[in-house]
């Protein structure tokens, strides 16, 4: 559980959720007493009691408390909050910033309702409507399709090359020399930074008892720790890939240490990591990403072994500069941003595309395939969200193709609602007159000749379940191809023609319906087969009961008896 203390001299301590400390100092400032009762506000909006759970948001109001201060001082004020007047406090909020305003409100609102004692209208004032409106923050809207196509080929091409590259080098170094012995050569060159590790060229030298310039003039150098170590530009296209692949948030792949990463078989990572603005949270990674974090891992050892013990548990290692021995402590927007200009990524606009690692993350969710969701309240991308926010900021947010692909889908559920509503097609006696005559409808709307009535009578196009009247009609699948649907399928196809001689396998399928009842979730049977299981129903409800009485002596409730794939099959 986060903490925070209020010290002398005058300052915060935080030890927040994730266990990591921050340290504010406040001493120096005019006015101490104020500065004390607004850090004592601040205590209560800390996590767990409040939303601030990390130092780049305790910073935020830090720098609040000292500006407040310095500023009523300079007005006048002597002492701590309960000296200050409405019409102070007012003039004060006036002049700030929205965010500025906002954290003054939020100390003064929790220093009055906590303990504080304020002067008359001030914590009505604090608790009342901001008078800098706060800009209206809308979540970015996901990257193009070709956008994000562009991206993930640029990063999957430099980590595979980059990779590559690095297995090449130490294959080579297994069959390589000391350079004094076997020449400047690169598998020689890579040999000895095998032993030396991540060293400048100068130190690179002084091993050989030659210059800087000298190594310079050789060659080679620069290209050999490039292979051997990931430098800063490997170690961005790593991260973003990860990104791309997993939908984690950045400060999560920021502060990721290899014991986060927990093995749960050969192929399957259960990672653990803290998302700033909530706690610590795992997720089961997708393959691509399991790949990738083996392939990286695999990637650092080398540079890993040379990084002292108390820095060997960071995940992401890699070199500022290749030729350098300073490894990379912080990737900002501006390392970023030379990257994207290096590798020619551009947007849909042929300017240098803008990489923002959270909308990174709205991508990978809006791409992501949601087939599976059930509706319900806990089917969210994060557990932390509600189903209305993530309809919001990422449901809603969606390219023109998943766009047309929502309509596509909406149409083919209206169709398929529409079809359900027509009573199913059951004969009673094989005569093409019969038919014909009885279901008129029937022979308009497939467009059927004597001779297509003939074959559906005969037999001739019979499917499992009943007769279809045009298997390549492309109702279910590919027009001109052969049906692919499952036999229960046929029950709700307006192309579907019931006659008595499909009774034993109408009798078969309801015998199967009823085995994954037994075996099934009701919630699960009903929104699998629960249309078929009724309508399967109304369709045997038509024939004879002696028809049935019949047909039911030919059933002998096994799977064998339907043509069922494997994952089919009742257990």
């Known amino acids: 559980m986060p903490t925070m203390l209020i010290d002398d001299p005058l300052g915060i301590t935080c030890v927040f959720s994730d266990g990591s400390r921050a340290k504010f100092s406040l001493d120096g400032l005019p006015n101490p007493d104020l500065a004390r009762d607004l850090a004592t506000g601040l205590v209560d909006l800390i996590h767990p009691h409040g939303t601030a759970d990390s130092a780049g948001t305790v910073n935020h109001y830090a720098q609040a408390i000292r500006r407040m201060t310095r500023t009523l001082s300079a007005r006048g004020l002597v002492g701590g909050l309960h000296r200050v007047r409405r019409g102070q406090l007012a003039e004060y909020l006036m002049g700030c910033s929205g965010s500025q305003e906002a954290c003054a409100r939020a100390m003064v609102?929790?220093?009055?309702?906590?303990?504080?004692?304020?002067?008359?209208?001030?914590?009505?004032?604090?608790?009342?409507?901001?008078?800098?409106?706060?800009?209206?923050?809308?979540?970015?809207?996901?990257?193009?399709?070709?956008?994000?196509?562009?991206?993930?080929?640029?990063?999957?091409?430099?980590?595979?090359?980059?990779?590559?590259?690095?297995?090449?080098?130490?294959?080579?170094?297994?069959?390589?020399?000391?350079?004094?012995?076997?020449?400047?050569?690169?598998?020689?060159?890579?040999?000895?930074?095998?032993?030396?590790?991540p060293v400048g060229i100068g130190e690179f030298g002084r091993s050989l008892g030659v210059s800087a310039a000298v190594v310079h003039k050789r060659g080679g150098f620069h290209d050999a720790v490039r292979a051997m170590f990931p430098d800063l530009g490997v170690l961005i296209a790593y991260r973003l890939l990860?990104?791309?692949?997993?939908?984690?948030?950045?400060?999560?792949?920021?502060?990721?240490?290899?014991?986060?990463?927990?093995?749960?078989?050969?192929?399957t990572i259960l990672l653990s990591y803290v998302k700033g603005r909530t706690a610590a949270e795992s997720l089961n990674l997708p393959r691509r990403a399991v790949r990738l974090l083996e392939q990286w891992l695999a990637h650092s050892a080398l540079l890993r072994s040379f990084v002292p013990l108390d820095e060997r548990r960071g995940l992401w290692l890699g070199l500022s500069r290749a030729g350098g021995d300073r490894r990379v402590r912080q990737i900002d927007r501006v390392a970023v941003q030379r990257w994207v200009l290096r590798h020619g990524l551009t947007g849909d606009d042929e300017a240098p595309l803008k990489i923002h690692r959270s909308r990174i993350r709205t991508t990978h969710e809006a791409m992501r395939d949601k087939s599976a969701w059930t509706g319900s309240g806990r089917a969210t991308i994060d557990p932390n969200h509600t189903p209305s926010v993530e309809g919001d900021h990422y449901l809603t947010a969606t390219t023109p193709a998943q766009q047309h692909a929502v309509?596509?889908?909406?149409?083919?559920?209206?169709?398929?609602?529409?079809?359900?509503?027509?009573?199913?097609?059951?004969?009673?006696?094989?005569?093409?007159?019969?038919?014909?005559?009885?279901?008129?409808?029937?022979?308009?709307?497939?467009?059927?000749?004597?001779?297509?009535?003939?074959?559906?009578?005969?037999?001739?196009?019979?499917?499992?379940?009943?007769?279809?009247?045009?298997?390549?009609?492309?109702?279910?699948?590919?027009?001109?191809?052969?049906?692919?649907?499952?036999?229960?399928?046929?029950?709700?196809?307006?192309?579907?023609?019931?006659?008595?001689?499909?009774?034993?396998?109408?009798?078969?399928?309801?015998?199967?319906?009823?085995?994954?009842?037994?075996?099934?979730?009701?919630?699960?049977?009903?929104?699998?087969?629960?249309?078929?299981?009724?309508?399967?129903?109304?369709?045997?409800?038509?024939?004879?009961?002696?028809?049935?009485?019949?047909?039911?002596?030919?059933?002998?409730?096994?799977?064998?008896?339907?043509?069922?794939?494997?994952?089919?099959?009742?257990?």
């Open 242 to 267: 990860f990104g791309i692949y997993s939908g984690i948030v950045p400060d999560g792949i920021d502060d990721l240490v290899t014991d986060d990463v927990d093995w749960a078989g050969d192929s």
């Open 407 to 571: 309509e596509a889908v909406i149409e083919d559920a209206q169709h398929d609602m529409l079809r359900r509503a027509h009573p199913p097609t059951v004969i009673t006696e094989e005569e093409a007159a019969a038919l014909a005559a009885g279901y008129p409808q029937l022979v308009a709307a497939m467009d059927l000749d004597d001779a297509a009535i003939a074959e559906l009578i005969g037999g001739q196009r019979d499917v499992f379940t009943a007769a279809c009247g045009d298997q390549l009609s492309g109702l279910h699948g590919p027009k001109g191809k052969p049906c692919p649907a499952r036999p229960w399928v046929c029950l709700l196809c307006p192309l579907a023609v019931f006659a008595p001689r499909h009774a034993v396998n109408l009798l078969r399928l309801k015998a199967f319906f009823s085995r994954q009842w037994q075996q099934m979730p009701a919630a699960h049977f009903m929104a699998v087969f629960g249309p078929y299981a009724a309508r399967i129903q109304q369709v045997l409800d038509r024939f004879d009961p002696a028809v049935l009485a019949a047909a039911a002596q030919r059933v002998d409730d096994q799977d064998c008896e339907l043509p069922l794939r494997p994952e089919e099959m009742t257990a």
């Open 109 to 197: 609102t929790v220093f009055g309702q906590a303990a504080g004692t304020l002067a008359d209208g001030v914590l009505d004032l604090a608790v009342g409507r901001n008078f800098n409106v706060q800009p209206n923050h809308h979540t970015l809207p996901p990257y193009s399709e070709t956008e994000w196509r562009r991206l993930t080929e640029v990063c999957g091409e430099l980590v595979e090359e980059s990779y590559t590259a690095h297995r090449q080098s130490l294959a080579a170094v297994a069959r390589a020399r000391h350079p004094a012995e076997g020449g400047w050569k690169p598998e020689n060159v890579c040999w000895l930074l095998a032993g030396l590790g």
